[in-house]
């Protein structure tokens, strides 16, 4: 991504924070706040970042391309899919913020576009009209208990708009966001007797329930599924 171009050229020699600051008239402290994960860019930011350095987002993040041929022996043509920008966000503000605003945002990440609309949604009450997609990139801690699906840095697409325990695939178990005493959890989950079951994937950490209060249902609970797993960023 963006931030690991950035310090493989500074490591060659090819750019410095101080240059990389009057490029884009932001204060060194700014970029070394960024480069050092301290601090995030605004989507208008990381814009700045790219032009001064010759960048575009395919060169930072590999996207998939589409052969077509319109009749036998035609040329081969190839068209970049469309890149959705989805905050990397932290555990609170995935939970609670309905809208994520810049000073909210780690990081960008760019995100074939069509690889988000293809998810199906079931919003509850809660999260109808909140932005749909945020990322969280997952310390070792907050992956432990789904290991190994999860490992420490991996980054969780969530879908706030899919708030539903209706399985999403049949016969395949749905990994939600949900939020819990300890905040927010990663966890299989499953509803009865008034609670919400949270099932870890790893043998050696605990279930752990959920009370549902009075005049509330599972789906306010709910954060959303996790549409996308990242593993190596």
Same mark, same amino acid.
């Not at 016969?171 to 300890?182: E, I, K, Q």
């Not at 306010?220 to 996308?228: E, F, H, N, W």
């Given at each position: ?27 060194? /402290? ?8 301290? !601090? ?5 930011? +990381? =814009?700045?970042?790219? @032009? &001064? ?41 995935a939970a609670e913020a309905a809208e994520i605003k810049a000073a909210e945002v780690i990081e960008a990440m760019p995100v074939a576009a ?6 199906? /949604? ?8 909140? !932005? ?5 990139? +997952? =310390?070792?801690?907050? @992956? &432990? ?67 549902? /209060? ?20």
């Amino acid at each position: 991504m963006l931030r690991r171009e950035l310090l493989r050229r500074i490591e060659n020699g090819d750019l410095t924070g101080t240059r990389l600051a009057q490029q884009t008239g932001f204060r060194q /402290a700014h970029i070394s706040n960024f480069l050092n994960r301290k !601090r995030a860019l605004s989507l208008e930011g +990381l =814009d700045k970042v790219l @032009a &001064a350095q010759g960048l575009t987002v395919d060169q930072i993040l590999p996207v998939a391309v589409e052969a077509a041929s319109q009749n036998a022996g035609a040329t081969e043509s190839a068209s970049q899919e469309e890149i959705a920008m989805v905050p990397i966000v932290s555990p609170s503000a995935a939970a609670e913020a309905a809208e994520i605003k810049a000073a909210e945002v780690i990081e960008a990440m760019p995100v074939a576009a069509a690889r988000l609309s293809e998810n199906r /949604a079931r919003p509850g009450r809660r999260s109808a009209g909140w !932005r749909r997609f945020v990322a969280l990139r +997952l =310390d070792a801690q907050q @992956a &432990a208990a789904m290991e190994p699906m999860l490992g420490s840095g991996t980054i969780a697409v969530l879908d706030r708009h899919y708030n539903s325990l209706a399985p999403y695939r049949a016969h395949l178990p749905t990994l939600y966001a949900v939020r819990g005493s300890a905040g927010l959890l990663l966890r299989y989950v499953e509803f009865d007797d008034a609670r919400l079951i949270l099932r870890p994937l790893a043998a050696d950490c605990a279930v752990q329930l959920v009370p549902i /209060a009075p005049n509330e249902l599972p789906s306010d609970y709910i954060v959303g599924r996790v549409c996308l797993l990242i593993h190596d960023l």
